[in-house]
C-alpha cells in the first residue's frame, strides 16, 4: 500500500513519452479551461523520445519492474496517448480534472491487475474495488477513482461524477453541445507534434513579472513541441480580443527576447536559443516559434540521464573511480610508484 502513489506517479510520468492521436472529438466538455495532449506513438518515433525511453528512461524502469512489479517497457509499447482536461484552476484538494489512457488491452490489464492485488492483499487499506457494473471503478484512498477499462480508456480523476459523464459521452450516451468549440482558433498543427498543452482563461491567477503584466490580457495560451527534420521546435500562441493588445503583447516578448539577448552575450547556448527565437503576430494571436538543434538537446538528454543513474545509485561512465594501493599513504609520504625503485 505504501507504494501506491509511488507507483502510480511513476506509472504516469512514464506514459508521458501516439501517431499524434488527436483528442477524440466531443470528449472535451465546453466548460474546459485547460487541456494536456502527450502523443506516446509519436514521441517513440521521434529522435528525442527514442533518447528518452532507451536511455533516459532505461535505469527507473527497471528499478520499477524489479522493486513492484510493474512492466513499464511494456506499458511504454502498448500505450498510445495520454489525454488530461479540467474545468478550473483550482489547486490541492478542490482541483478537478480527468486523466484518459489510451492504449492496448495489456495496458488496461496491467493497470487493473495492479489494483487488484493492492485491494486483495490489504483488504483493508487504500484500494478498494467500488462496483463491477455498469464499469469496473476502483477508488484510492476515497481521494481518486479510476476506471481501468473504460470503453477502451484507463481513465482516473479525483470526482467520481467525471468519470460518470466521462463514461456516457465514451459509450455514445451523451454528446456535448458543441464538441469542436473549445479551445478553437489555434492554428492547425503538423502531425509531427507530439506534445500540447492549451489553457483558456488562466490570466487572472498567473504570477507573471512587472515588465510582463500585459500578458495577463491573453485570453488563451497553447504550447506545441515536436521534431522537424534535425530540429526540435517549440510554438507557443496566445490570444487576445483586441488587435492592440495583441500588439502591446507581441513588442513586450520581442523587449524580453532583446533583454535576454543581451544579457546572456557570454553564455553561448541561452544566447544561441535567444537568436532561435522568432515572435510574429496577426490580428488575433501572437505567436513564439523557436527551432533548435536536436544534437545539442541529445547532449542535454544525455547529462540527464547521467544524472538519474547517480540518483538512483547506478554509477555512471563519466568519472571512473582512481585505483587505489591497499596500503594507506603516511603522512608526508608520496603515492608508491608502480615503477620498481633503483638499488642504490
Avoid at 89 to 115: R, W
Avoid at 296 to 303: A, G, H, P, T
Amino acid at each position: 500500500m505504501k507504494y501506491f502513489g509511488y507507483s502510480l506517479a511513476v506509472l504516469l510520468a512514464f506514459s508521458a513519452t501516439t501517431r499524434a492521436l488527436p483528442v477524440q472529438q466531443g470528449i472535451v466538455p465546453d466548460d474546459a479551461k485547460w487541456l494536456v495532449h502527450l502523443d506516446v506513438d509519436s514521441l517513440r518515433e521521434s529522435k528525442v523520445g527514442n533518447i528518452v525511453i532507451k536511455d533516459v528512461l532505461a535505469k527507473p524502469l527497471a528499478k520499477l519492474k524489479s522493486e513492484m512489479k510493474i512492466d513499464g517497457q511494456l506499458i511504454l509499447q502498448k500505450l498510445h496517448s495520454l489525454t488530461a482536461f479540467g474545468t478550473d484552476f483550482q489547486k490541492g484538494p478542490e482541483a478537478n480534472g480527468v486523466l484518459m489512457l489510451n492504449g492496448d488491452e495489456e495496458v488496461q490489464k496491467i493497470v487493473e491487475g495492479f489494483l487488484a492485488a493492492q485491494a486483495l492483499q490489504d483488504p483493508n487499506g487504500g484500494i478498494k474495488k467500488l462496483q463491477d457494473e455498469p464499469f469496473v471503478l476502483y477508488s484510492a484512498h476515497n481521494q481518486l477513482f479510476v476506471s481501468p477499462q473504460l470503453a477502451g480508456h484507463v481513465v482516473l480523476s479525483k470526482s467520481r461524477q467525471q468519470i460518470e459523464s466521462l463514461r456516457n459521452v465514451l459509450a455514445g450516451k451523451a454528446r456535448t453541445a458543441n464538441a469542436s468549440k473549445p479551445f478553437s482558433g489555434y492554428a492547425t498543427v503538423t502531425n509531427s507534434f507530439f506534445f500540447l498543452a492549451v489553457a483558456e482563461g488562466f490570466n487572472e491567477k498567473t504570477a507573471l513579472p512587472p515588465q510582463a503584466q500585459i500578458l495577463k490580457k491573453a485570453t488563451g495560451a497553447r504550447i506545441v513541441l515536436g521534431e522537424r527534420g534535425d530540429l526540435l521546435f517549440a510554438n507557443l500562441s496566445l490570444k487576445a480580443k483586441d488587435p492592440e493588445v495583441i500588439q502591446q503583447i507581441q513588442q513586450v516578448l520581442e523587449g524580453l527576447k532583446a533583454l535576454a539577448t543581451l544579457a546572456q552575450s557570454e553564455n553561448k547556448e541561452l544566447l544561441e536559443l535567444a537568436q532561435a527565437t522568432k515572435v510574429s503576430a496577426d490580428n488575433k494571436m501572437v505567436s513564439v516559434n523557436v527551432e533548435y538543434p536536436l544534437s545539442k538537446v541529445i547532449d542535454k538528454l544525455d547529462m540527464l540521464t547521467a544524472h538519474l543513474q547517480e540518483s538512483i545509485g547506478e554509477p555512471t561512465n563519466e568519472h571512473p573511480p582512481k585505483p587505489q594501493s591497499d596500503e594507506p599513504v603516511k603522512p608526508g609520504a608520496s603515492a608508491k610508484s608502480d615503477t620498481p625503485a633503483k638499488k642504490q
